[in-house]
């Protein structure tokens, strides 16, 4: 069965980075682009891109551009996602999720259980 | 960015209700638009894919409709899992921007 497992809880202090991992089991990793969203406390859900794990292509909402950095490794169908330069504000749930693809319709069938990031003094 | 709305932000409900949430598009987005049902605590959920596919699983008391820039999600009977947070997402084109949330409660 297809599942993405994501790594624990982080803190860290503002100004550093953090990197999360999502490990894919269950399906041809390279076979699907990997999204991450994110979700501050109490608050909504917000994209902040995708990579293709068979190319290694990116993509990234704007706002993220610069200072997130979506990889993957396909030798153990593992996607990451380093933030660096944290802030408080950047303190969430990250997710990481599946695109699936029927023509040119894109959803999330399965994500990972989420890393929550806290970045404190 | 492609913003999306939802309304209404919460709503109060009983079991066996029919409940009705909208989500309207900032520009026209087709049928690209997904609905995702969350818990406190959990991962979203895929209820609805294109509008108005239900994803393998999800009950079919949960139906989707809509094109263009306005789209509905409907629940025709309530039930007690149902009480959650609903969010609508475009992925018309990047960035795939998701609505602010309806909060689903118990009346």
């Known amino acids: 069965q297809v599942q993405l497992v994501q790594s624990g809880a982080e803190v860290k202090k503002p100004g550093a980075s953090v990197n999360v991992s999502c490990k894919a089991s269950?399906?041809?990793?390279?076979?699907?682009?990997m999204h991450w969203v994110r979700q501050a406390p109490g608050q909504g859900l917000e994209w902040m891109g995708w990579i293709n794990p068979n190319s290694g292509v990116t993509n990234y909402a704007q706002k993220f551009q610069g200072w997130v950095t979506m990889t993957r490794d396909t030798s153990i169908s593992t996607a990451y996602m380093e933030v660096s330069r944290l802030r408080s504000d950047d303190t969430a749930v990250y997710y990481c999720a599946r695109a699936f693809r029927i023509a040119a319709a894109v959803y999330h069938d399965y994500w990972g259980q989420g890393t929550l990031v806290t970045v404190s003094s | 960015d492609i913003q999306m709305t939802q309304s209404p932000s919460s709503l109060s409900a009983s079991i066996g209700d029919r409940v009705t949430i909208t989500c309207r598009a900032s520009?026209?987005?087709?049928?690209?638009l997904n609905w995702y049902q969350q818990k406190p605590g959990k991962a979203p959920k895929l209820l609805i894919y294109?509008?108005?596919s239900l994803q393998g699983g999800v009950p079919s008391r949960f139906s989707g409709s809509g094109s263009g820039t306005d789209f509905t999600l409907t629940i025709s009977s309530l039930q007690p899992e149902d009480f959650a947070t609903y969010y609508c997402?475009?992925?018309?084109?990047?960035?795939?921007?998701f609505g602010q949330g309806t909060k689903l409660e118990i009346k």
């Open positions: 269950g399906y041809t990793f390279t076979g699907y682009y």
């Open positions: 520009q026209s987005i087709t049928s690209y």
């Open positions: 294109a509008a108005s």
């Open positions: 997402q475009q992925s018309y084109s990047t960035p795939n921007t």
